[in-house]
């Protein structure tokens, strides 16, 4: 017996032995598993407590492991239970929150426990249908507005604000606002509509389907409204209409993410008070136009659609204040080739051509050619609309024959005005610098019509000769050209001289600076333009020489018939002497 004691504890030494050795060897650490990692079913603990879930055995130890193993067992069994209940549901499972790699096995438990609460106890509660509203027309909008009511409306305001036509104005935008409130966005798609559409489709939207009585209610109000409060409420309305463009555009491009565009609900009462605005007080454009020309924000090829627009708006008011626009804010666009697309020089031609349709637009616009002392064609608007019609061979577009077409109504509403006049006068100086340009450019169609304005700039003022003998030197070659036209086409170009002193004096003096240049030491080809100058000079003096003589003659024979007949008939009517002179000034230079 003796034996199995120290027997016994030989073996506990050496079992303590290599206890200590292994706990050496693991820096007092110790590998603890857990059973779902394992994907096993943990083992039941023994009562004994000396067999441990890492194998290991210690006295404290062994409380540390059993907490967690009677932990893992229970959370096991509630799974178990958690799994039972889900299955016992009629209902479709509802979805347990995403876990992440990263998240331990409490998740799990957590996952589970949301999966039981929503699925067994919360019932999923129906959404309610949203009831769709009808959707309301531009048409059946403005079909429901009460003339009576309007008039009634605008009473009040007008004596409310009696001082504040602005806020008159304002208020009578928020009244259409109301009644156009129900349009929704898809009913009134502004901006495709003016992208997609040709001017004559968008020319009467939305005024066309307002009723007359309220159109005119309308109108005769605002007819009583300064020019400076309209003007100033025609630019808001284009501030509010070009900020909703720029809330569409970054809505497309999803720059603002989770903005939400402005509505075009208020933009049909927008376009429509400003329709009104600009039929009825058509110069009311005229006085917006430099900020339109002048400020960025108003400027750009998305924008030039609501421009388009504005300005058909005041050509139903005035077809003179609709060329005027054009020809000083669309025009230009035209002629700047590195800001005129396709699509705007069509949106431009459209316009213009639009104006030109209407019933005695020539009578109207040749009549009108002076507005308030403005031309409607200034003589830079000619200069350009010449280059954009009568472009180098290389350069022509489709849009060239277009111009073509309404270059001749153009050029003559550009001329027009009373012959003689001091106003006449300063545009024909103006012009002949500008046509002298051109004709001296190489382009032989361009070359051909500006010289024949330049020569309709001498018809108009004798200082134009004057004027031409300054820039004769500068412009040879464009002189060269005129002189051959005056020699070739005499006889019709002699009748219409302004003052033929004039022109003799001037040819002379180009006479004496041709004689000049050929006796120095100009170049070849200078010295072969010299002499063509020269050549012409000497025909035309020639003729205007010829001419004076049988002037002399003519007019002495004239006065004796004159004499003779009245002595024969003394109650002869008196001779229409301005007639007379015209027929013997067109016989005296037609040789």
């Known amino acids: 017996m003796a034996d199995k004691p120290a027997t016994f504890e030989a073996n506990h030494a050496e079992d303590d032995e290599a206890s200590n050795a292994n706990s050496s060897n693991n820096h007092g650490w110790q590998k603890v598993t857990y059973a779902k990692r394992q994907r096993k079913v943990p083992a039941k603990p023994s009562d004994s407590g000396l067999v441990q879930a890492n194998g290991s055995a210690g006295g404290g130890a062994d409380k540390v492991f059993r907490s967690l193993e009677k932990h893992s067992e229970e959370r096991r069994q509630r799974l ?4 039972a209940a889900i299955a016992a549901q009629s209902e479709a499972p509802v979805r347990s929150k995403p876990r992440s790699d990263d998240e331990g096995d409490d998740s799990d438990v957590e996952a589970a426990d949301g999966v039981v609460d ?3 106890t919360d019932e999923k509660k129906a959404k309610p249908k949203k009831v769709k509203k009808p959707k309301v027309t531009v048409v059946e909008a403005a079909a429901k507005i009460n003339e009576a009511d309007l008039a009634s409306f605008l009473v009040e305001v007008s004596a409310s604000y009696e001082s504040q036509q602005e806020i008159q104005l304002m208020r009578f935008a928020d009244y259409f606002g109301r009644a156009f409130s129900a349009v929704s966005a898809s009913q009134f798609p502004w901006t495709k509509l003016f992208r997609d559409s040709t001017v004559a489709k968008i020319a009467d939207i939305p005024v066309t389907h307002i009723p007359e009585g309220v159109y005119k209610t309308s109108v005769d109000w605002i007819n009583q409204r300064s020019s400076e409060s309209l003007q100033s409420f025609a630019l808001w309305s284009l501030d509010s209409i070009f900020a909703d463009l720029a809330n569409q555009h970054a809505s497309v491009k999803g720059s603002k993410k989770g903005a939400q565009p402005t509505s075009s609900k208020s933009q049909v009462a927008i376009f429509a008070v400003l ?8 110069d009311i454009l ?11 924000k108003f400027q750009g090829p998305d924008k030039l659609p609501v421009i388009v627009w504005m300005v058909a708006q005041a050509c139903q008011g005035d077809l003179t204040v609709g060329l005027y626009s054009w020809a000083h804010n669309l025009l230009p666009i035209v002629g700047g080739k590195s800001t005129c697309n396709p699509q705007s020089r069509d949106l431009i031609l459209q316009l213009v051509e639009r104006i030109l349709s209407r019933p005695k637009a020539r009578t109207v616009l040749v009549n009108g050619a002076v507005r308030k002392g403005e031309r409607l064609l200034p003589p830079l608007a000619l200069d350009l609309l010449m280059r954009v019609t009568f472009p180098a061979s290389s350069a022509r577009v489709k849009a060239t024959e277009r111009f073509e077409a309404i270059y001749p109504t153009l050029k003559e509403v550009a001329l027009a005005g009373s012959a003689g006049s001091k106003a006449m006068k300063q545009v024909a100086q103006q012009i002949l610098t500008l046509a002298v340009r051109a004709a001296a450019e190489g382009n032989p169609e ?7 304005i330049f020569i309709w700039c001498l018809t108009q003022n004798a200082d134009c000769y004057k004027q031409w003998d300054k820039i004769y030197l500068d412009n040879l070659e464009a002189s060269v050209a005129i002189l051959k036209k005056f020699t070739e086409e005499w006889k019709e170009l002699s009748a219409k001289q302004s003052s033929f002193d004039a022109m003799r004096e001037t040819l002379k003096s180009f006479r004496n600076k041709n004689q000049k240049a050929l006796a120095g030491e100009e170049e070849t080809s200078r010295q072969l333009l010299f002499k063509d100058a020269d050549k012409y000079c000497k025909l035309i003096l020639g ?18 018939l004159a004499v003779g007949a009245a002595v024969m008939s003394p109650t002869l009517e008196s001779w229409d002497w301005n007639k007379l002179s015209v027929l013997f000034t067109q016989q005296s230079f037609q040789v």
């Open 286 to 296: 005229i006085g917006i136009l430099p900020s339109l020309r002048e400020n960025p």
């Open 446 to 452: 361009l070359s051909k019509e500006a010289t024949s």
């Open 543 to 560: 003729r205007l020489s010829r001419g004076h003589g049988c002037m002399k003659s003519v007019t002495f024979a004239i006065i004796a």
């Open 275 to 282: 329709a009104m605005v600009l039929r009825r007080k058509p």
């Open 118 to 120: 929503n699925g067994a």
């Open 80 to 83: 178990e239970a958690q799994r």
